[in-house]
């Protein structure tokens, strides 16, 4: 596709300007376009028909074109929000608008993944709100809809953040959905967290920086976290007690063995031994880690559970102390990302 | 090991809730992590820190708030202009103790000096509305067109409502020449949010965007903040180039941002109708830390801690000399 014109430049700012319910100056439209160029992509996009397709079933009209980012110029679209992405194997991102007869002005960023598993954990990190049925999995509120379907995640939004335009967002959201068609998988690690008390789909990262915004447990890497891992924290409530689990995928035994003898030490502050370590700290809860060796076939990788802001020693205690079944990591493809 | 040998790799969440790691400086991040009085007798029985004298009111470097609930409409969408000029006004007077806007102005800004005046684009902009106030401030002390400039990272504009783009250049030593060579004066617009990677992202986050080449890998670059949660932010701030210049920074808290950043959840925008002014940038970040903090645990009706904790605050302090990172020796004034 051509290049962009100076009029999606002009309405890509000034949408961004209006999401916190500014007004834009022509010049600083202007001036935040200028620097837009770098965003297009020379040739069609896969994601153009989608978009397109999406529009018209929704039946609202294209307003200017698309823009497309890759994961070296994804800071040009958010300046300092691209980790957040890029700790996932992210590969694209296409934007554009759309608008309603009326006038109201809506807009769309699909983020495309290489893996899906990828793209659901990043849904999963902010996946508050109301759960409307589109797309695998999808969190809604103050007119925003975030959506996960295959390696695909989607944020459609209305300009202003108006809620009275929920069945508009809801049904751009669906059509964008039935125009990627094909869905994904979990990633396995989920399946290994008991449901039992579990109080929603855990979250899905790779990397130490997604874990301290999670939850921050330290400035080192005292997990070994890292691309080659995979990691999920749900929060469990059992009856009046509260906790957390954390489960890491680690590729082989040593490095899960490493991990959590690190996390015994440093963190818990108790020598590490072979045995499921569980401790009570400073606020009161209770802390522990126990590895578990993978089965074969997949015998050279390892599990480590972490138990972490537990009310109840029992429920702690039951959470790392039983083996997590469940399928093994899935294969990866395309090398070191994230 | 140690404690003090571990401390080289960094704290972890239990020096937290010790009250270990920054308590000389009273954060009270503690409690930001879930800390609750019912410690254990083991560390119970770890030494308190030392306690300091509270320093006098007068030495305590002050920061305004000022808030008027009708600045901005419920859907955020509207901002009244002349309650952001009214509020301006009342924190820059109450700031000095002079008796309008210009002559608090007139405090940092001669008739010709040029000013720049560092706002955000992204994602949360500074509301038009809040320069367009301090732009007639600096009109009535007399700033010639010629010597404004509004901007952030590579866009500039020149002169008050009628000014014209320019491209913004950075010196050799990556910081734009807006502040290292051109001048005098140095206002921070920042807004009120919370940030994916560093905590916070307010006043001394905001000078991102007067330097270039970063990156988050912080390799080969003149600023390598990113690391450890963005804990070295104050170093932008430090950098010779701006010694001297940045003298006030006015907080546009119109609406605020609680969870993630800059990427924007509107779930998580609020409207706190306010601006948060001072002269000293950290004590500035630390209210505004504790405002975003409160609004977060009233959201959940519980802790919810702001994750990753904010370090470069008090590292800005601690390690920069910037600025005043403990809230018991800020004076904060609500008008």
């Keep these: ?338 | 090991m140690t404690r003090d040998e571990r401390r080289r790799g960094g704290y972890t969440r239990r020096d937290f809730l010790r009250g270990t790691a920054l308590g000389s400086l009273g954060w009270g991040l503690a409690a930001q992590v879930g800390c609750t009085q019912d410690r254990p007798p083991a560390a119970a029985a770890q030494p308190p820190p030392t306690p300091q004298p509270a320093p006098a009111a007068a030495d305590k470097p002050k920061v305004v708030i000022a808030r008027r609930p009708d600045a901005i409409s419920e859907d955020g969408q509207t901002v009244q202009s002349p309650a952001v000029a009214e509020m301006l006004t009342a924190a820059l007077r109450e700031l000095t103790g002079k008796d309008s806007l210009a002559a608090a102005l007139g405090t940092w800004v001669r008739p010709l000096d040029c000013v720049g005046i560092k706002k955000t684009l992204m994602m949360t902009p500074t509301h038009q509305e809040l320069v367009d106030a301090l732009w007639a401030g600096l009109q009535q002390i007399g700033v010639p067109a010629a010597n404004l400039m509004t901007w952030d990272r590579n866009r500039g504009h020149r002169g008050y409502a009628d000014g014209k783009m320019e491209e913004i250049e950075y010196a050799a030593n990556h910081v734009c020449k807006v502040c290292s060579e051109w001048a005098h004066v140095l206002i921070n617009l920042p807004g009120l949010k919370s940030h994916w990677l560093s905590g916070i992202g307010v006043c001394l986050k905001n000078w991102v965007g007067a330097v270039n080449g970063v990156n988050v890998m912080d390799q080969d670059v003149a600023f390598p903040f990113h690391g450890d949660s963005c804990a070295d932010l104050g170093m932008i701030a430090a950098h010779p180039a701006f010694q001297g210049k940045m003298k006030l920074h006015i907080v546009d808290g119109l609406r605020g941002l609680f969870e993630g950043g800059p990427q924007v959840n509107p779930q998580y925008l609020w409207n706190y109708g306010g601006l948060i002014v001072g002269t000293d940038q950290v004590a500035v970040d630390r209210v505004c830390l504790d405002i975003i903090q409160k609004r977060r645990n009233e959201f959940k009706g519980e802790e919810w801690p702001l994750n990753p904790p904010p370090k470069h605050i008090m590292v800005a302090a601690e390690k920069y000399a910037l600025g005043e990172a403990n809230l018991e020796r800020i004076q904060v004034v609500e008008v």
């Design chain 1, 1 to 338: 596709m051509a290049g962009p014109t100076d009029a999606m430049v002009l309405l890509l700012t000034v949408a961004a300007l209006s999401m916190a319910g500014c007004r834009a100056t022509p010049e600083e439209a202007s001036a935040a376009g200028q620097s837009a160029p770098s965003a297009s992509a020379p040739t069609e996009d896969p994601a153009d028909a989608q978009f397109r397709q999406a529009i018209k079933t929704a039946g609202l009209e294209a307003s200017g074109d698309l823009a497309h980012y890759s994961r070296q110029t994804l800071y040009e679209f958010m300046d300092g929000g691209a980790e957040r992405y890029l700790g996932y194997t992210f590969e694209a991102l296409t934007t554009g608008g759309a608008r309603r007869p009326d006038g109201e002005a809506f807009r769309v960023e699909l983020y495309r993944f290489e893996r899906s598993a990828d793209a659901y954990g990043l849904w999963s990190t902010d996946a508050n709100g109301e759960h409307p049925p589109v797309g695998q999995r999808a969190a809604y509120g103050y007119g925003l809809v975030q959506m996960w379907q295959g390696p695909y995640v989607a944020r459609v939004y209305h300009e202003k953040y108006r809620d009275s335009t929920r069945e508009t967002v809801l049904a751009l959201g669906a059509a964008l959905v039935q125009a990627i068609g094909e869905e994904g998988e979990l990633p396995p690690l989920l399946a290994r967290f008991p449901a039992e008390g579990r109080e929603s789909d855990p979250v899905f990262f790779h990397l130490h920086t997604a874990l301290n915004h999670l939850y921050y447990l330290g400035d080192a890497n005292l997990l070994g976290l890292g691309a080659e891992t995979d990691a999920a924290l749900a929060s469990y409530r059992r009856g009046e007690h509260r906790a957390k689990l954390l489960l890491v995928q680690y590729p082989t035994a040593e490095a899960a063995g490493t991990a959590r003898q690190g996390f015994v030490r440093e963190y818990l502050e108790r020598t590490p031994t072979e045995h499921a370590v569980l401790t009570r700290l400073e606020d009161g809860k209770w802390a522990g880690a126990a590895a578990w060796n993978e089965p074969a076939p997949a015998a050279d990788g390892a599990v480590l559970c972490i138990v972490l802001d537990a009310t109840d020693r029992l429920v702690a205690s039951d959470l790392i102390g039983r083996q997590p079944s469940g399928p093994a990591r899935a294969g990866r493809r395309g090398g070191s990302r994230p």
